[in-house]
């Protein structure tokens, strides 16, 4: 039997439970540990627990680091510095920041002869693959991305970084007026600003000032200044009963036409009751591709547009063709 693809993950928030649930769904995968910055102890992990200050004595014991943090302070420090060490995935999601983080990830990585695939999960990541795809074969057209509405880990993320803030979570909700529009096929001029809203749900510590954090949010480059924003602050009793769970969705719609002028819509649609568990299984199916890749002494950071679709199953090239093609 081949041997199981080593699975190492680092963060046990809800991504690092939802890859620690996914693993038991590849066949292919094991889980070795999960290192925290936390005390192990009170980490509920099924896998062993490790200060991740330990991480070096797992060297040789990992084949695929598992990156679970967020995008906004995590993983920018911690994937270049593991990335020197490990092969990694992870899901880093500030998409005007993602050139400077490939790069600073393909130089560590390069530096330890290893493989890291930066931004998966489904936007960036499935959202990309079908941008890139319907672009390719409707050069003539335009191409919109609707998100929601659900509730966004890396905005929510961001938000509780904000000093002040005790708990948040944020939610983003397409426009229907521009939805509609955009199947149609009247191919509008959108900006980021008329095509979704975000709402907020803050919790404030004690003491904190609003106003500032409201402010603080709403100015955020990149995650909240381009959309209109609407911050709510609620009790931690409210926020406790009405925003534990983590639906999300989008369309990713491109609209144009044929030499001959007739038209052409692709639409690519999801529809999640849990945005971390699905997420989660889109990390896991990368860690193949980063083996593939290792095996084939690859090194550097790739994003998943770099990686072929066969590479992501734990079928054979033979098996894919004769079952799907």
Not at 44 to 53: D, N, Q, R, Y
Not at 135 to 144: D, F, H, R, S
Not at 294 to 300: A, D, I, L, S
Request: proline residues 5%; glycine residues 8%; contains cysteine.
């Amino acid at each position: 039997m081949t041997q199981k693809i080593r699975i190492g993950l680092v963060g046990y928030g809800n991504i690092g439970r939802g890859v620690e649930l996914a693993i038991n769904q590849f066949p292919d995968m094991e889980g070795v540990a999960v290192f925290t910055r936390r005390n192990p102890a009170e980490v509920k992990s099924m896998l062993p627990a490790v200060k991740i200050e330990n991480i070096l004595e797992y060297k040789n014991a990992i084949d695929v680091l598992i990156l679970c943090g967020g995008s906004a302070t995590d993983l920018p420090e911690q994937g270049p510095e593991l990335a020197k060490y490990f092969s990694t995935i992870d899901s880093y999601d500030n998409h005007g920041k993602i050139p400077a983080y490939f790069a600073d990830m393909d130089t560590a990585a390069k530096s330890g002869q290893n493989v890291s695939i930066i931004s998966v999960g489904w936007d960036p990541g499935l959202f990309s693959i079908n941008r890139a795809l319907f672009e390719a074969v409707l050069p003539v057209g335009q191409t919109y991305t609707f998100w929601g509405k659900g509730l966004s880990q890396g905005h929510s993320d961001a938000i509780r970084r904000v000093t002040g803030v005790k708990k948040g979570v944020q939610y983003t909700l397409p426009l229907d007026k521009a939805l509609e529009e955009v199947r149609k096929g009247l191919n509008p001029e959108l900006s980021t600003r008329e095509k979704h809203m975000r709402i907020c749900y803050v919790v404030s510590e004690d003491g904190a000032n609003q106003t500032e954090i409201e402010q603080t949010i709403k100015s955020m480059p990149n995650y909240f200044e381009p959309y209109e924003t609407v911050v709510h602050f609620i009790d931690e009793e409210q926020f406790e009963s009405d925003h534990q769970q983590m639906p999300h969705g989008g369309f990713v719609i491109r609209t144009g036409e044929s030499e001959t002028g007739s038209k052409q819509k692709a639409e690519f649609q999801l529809e999640l009751e849990s945005n971390p568990e699905f997420t989660s299984s889109i990390l896991v199916a990368y860690a193949r591709a980063a083996v593939k890749f290792k095996n084939e002494v690859k090194t550097g950071a790739f994003s998943v547009l770099d990686v072929p679709m066969a590479y992501l199953s734990d079928k054979s090239s033979e098996q894919l063709r004769k079952e799907l093609l």
